[in-house]
């Protein structure tokens, strides 16, 4: 019986450490694959090591994700036990408020905490950065340790504190000699508790921060909307720090203890914590890189811009740093609305990288300033049909970055040509293709496809037209069962899981490099022609070398890291030549010349009823397409 | 005595500025009707109405709820043996199991996500030995069970250590005087050890059934896009759609459901309690 009960025992337990660490070890395996997949393994490779120490983004986050865990827990598990012994002798009624006021940011979702701090942050306008989310992250911290630490006090004999102070304690004396030793598990485990929350923590960080500040959730977040196994790199990195500070933690105070005939307690385990912890900050910072000096134009000056995740070719910042002796930070973004959000409530850039349509929408808005064309010797550089359009006549504002058009990426080996000819975006309706199709999860996209389909212009206000599109989408994830993804497309289709699938130009040329079965169309009832461009904020603070940016990434050099490592067209006319032709990375791959001078292609406009409307209908979509399952 | 209880005052000063503030804020938001920046104070319940009235919007928030308990219940019936376990051991392998327990959470939970990503998706290794086993293509990933697996993959040690804690507390010496009167394992388990851990349970069930219901990366890296839950919903209203007003009613919907339900767990445990005193 007994021997039964611990034979169970033992193989739960093995199971659930199989559980646990299943995925970490998988994740440390492929930080060593040479391909970018994460499913097959095709060689041995440091290359997302170098790749992730080449990135200075990566390595500040590091560093600040563990200083930030560190001061938070230190100062909220101190402030929480203090405040939680206060409260266990407070009032009943002001306990009972004070559990409640505790339990906001626990009972929350961890989105609307965020939100709450955000419109703190704002309304004091404090400026968010480092000091920010450190405020955020203490005030999220200490309703855990008081969490942890109260049903220990609670457990405590209340008269413990009395007696002794009749003993001839002082009320210090009590609380450090007796009742804070009472409660030790408590408060370490309190502070494991808020040390891990504000490790882990993504959402909350991402909304307090600014002035290019990162942790690694954020950095994380913004880098796995692309596949980049230097995240797995990163994260094997940050384990082994985290499994030796354990184990020094852990075995540390028990050969301690041997030397000294003493048992350790929770209090030297804590001071050993803290002592290895700061060591490990001063490592980490020594492996920030240093800036270098010189005499160059720009010495001394930062340039900070806001761009999409993956997006930058692989030496521009370090080329142009090299250059300029200016120090670049770069903020990264995944969707255009939430860069918007920041801009809008006066977060300052010198350099945005927005789509089209936003780029209309800040123009309306007054948050950009005009170009000046006295410092600008790269405009006749680009490629005429990506300048002077709707969005931004005669390029006022805007250097165009990349440009693309939105199409059908498909397999060909099981998608037929006639099929996509004769029926363009109505394939998606085509129960042949059940269950073999991705959707993009986006509203512009998803209703440019739908009201495509449905001949209509897809910049349309007619409500009747989003109305017909939007049960155009309904059918289709009803009836087709699709899964509707975001940047996974491109691995899932390079790795040929799907037959059809809507992507952007750039990232199907990407596929079809990798993956010759694929192909892309553009139907005939025509697409959305995008380009992304680089502005300059109307609260920019160094406009100068803004301009001197844009040059730098519309010439030659910078405009091929920028393509040959992304994947995205170049504005840039040679290097567009060079790649797409003979020779080229892309030669013969019709994604990387996207179709131009066609009069059903449109480029997006910005209707703030519609994009309203738009949005609202693609939640009810997704929202059908999950009540469909 | 008055001497402690000073002790909590800055905490309640800094809880009113960081705490209570961000709500009211979002409070404010969600009855008023003007755009993200200028406040205005033009009270409405219109979006209140507009939730209410959208069956779509109901069930994602009752099927929220049903994930969220299950996870809560599938964390509890493993997590509690594993913690009893745990507690059972030696101290030596007690050490060595809470700490292999507490690392996998030191470690980005994003990351663990994007990990299982990898693991479950068609081709990743799973799929392959449930091939192996005759169950071919099987769909993994963007299932609502991937969603559930992640959700207790990530959420189950909160358990496990909470109920660790309340178990490790109690004195020993309490179950030879049980088994001493003539109690069996099961009337020891069932009337003394379960009773003095119920503290820890309800801490565990808080803290696994909290951020589950509200979880919005879990479904969207696991779950897919087509996946929705009352969380992705509500950083859709704020990231995407941008109605600021109608992302705060929803926000406080939630919030003030949970804080009902919370007092009634609340309620639950001082009658425990109290019996027991």
Known sequence: MKQSKRTFGTVLMTLSIIFFYLPILYMIIFSFNEGKSLTSFTGFSLRWYQHMLESQDMMEALYTTFMVAIIATAISTVVGTIAAIGLSKSKKIVRELMDQVNNLPMMNPEIVTAIGFMLLFITFQVEKGLTTMLLAHIAFCIPYVMLSVMPKIKSLDPNLADAAMDLGCTPWQALIKVIVPQIMPGIVSGALIAFTMSIDDFIISYFVTGRGVKNLSIIVYTMSKRINPSINAISTVMIVIITILLIVINVLPTFLAKQAEKPGNGKRNLIIALACTILLVFGIQSLKPSVGNGNRPFEGQTLHIYNVGEYTGENIISNFEELTGAEVIMEIFDSNEAMYIKVANGESYDILVPSDYMIQRLIEENLLQPLDYELLDCMDLLVPEVLNLSYDPNNVYSVPYFWGTVGICYDTTIVSEEDLEKEGYNIFLDEKYRGQIYLYDSERDSFMMALKALGYSMNTTDEQELQEAYEWLVQCVQTMKPEIVTDEIIDNMAQGRKALGITYSGDAAYIMSENENMGFYLPESGTNFWVDAMVIPANANNPELAHEFMNYVSSYEGALDNSSYVGYTSPNIEVREELGGPGGDYEGINAYLPRTNYEKDEVFFYDENTRKVMSNLWAKVKISASNAK | ?277
């Open chain 2, 1 to 277: 005595m008055k001497k402690f209880t000073t002790l909590a005052v800055p905490y309640i000063v800094w809880s009113a500025l960081m705490l209570v503030l961000p709500m009211a804020l979002i409070a404010l938001y969600s009855l008023t009707n003007q755009g993200n920046t200028i406040i205005s104070f033009s009270f409405t319940l219109e979006h209140y109405v507009k939730f209410f009235t959208d069956p779509d919007f109901l069930l994602i928030l009752w099927r929220s709820f049903v994930i969220a308990v299950k996870t809560t219940i599938i964390c509890l019936l493993l997590g509690y043996p594993v913690a009893y376990f745990i507690a059972r051991s030696n101290e030596k392998l007690q050490s060595i199991l809470v700490l292999s327990i507490t690392i996998p959470m030191w470690i980005n939970a994003l990351v663990r996500t994007y990990a299982w990503i990898g693991l479950l998706s068609d081709g990743g290794i799973i799929q392959q030995i449930l091939a192996f086993f005759g169950f071919h293509d099987v769909q993994l990933l963007y299932t609502e069970g991937a969603v559930l697996l992640g959700m207790v993959y990530n959420f189950l040690p909160f358990m496990i250590l909470q109920i660790n804690t309340a178990l490790c507390k109690m004195d020993n010496s309490l179950l030879e005087a049980s088994a001493d009167l003539g109690a069996n394992p099961l009337q020891t388990f069932l009337r003394v050890t379960f009773p003095l851990s119920v503290p820890g349970v309800i801490n565990g069930i808080t803290l696994v059934f909290l951020p589950a219901v509200s979880s919005f990366f879990i479904p969207k890296l696991l779950g897919g896009g087509q996946y929705f839950l009352i969380g992705n919903m509500i950083e859709n209203q704020f990231i995407t759609v941008g109605e600021w007003n109608f992302g705060s009613a929803i926000s406080m919907i939630m919030a003030i459901i949970m804080m009902l339900m919370m007092m009634a767990v609340r309620k639950a445990e001082d009658r425990t309690q109290g019996r027991k005193e």
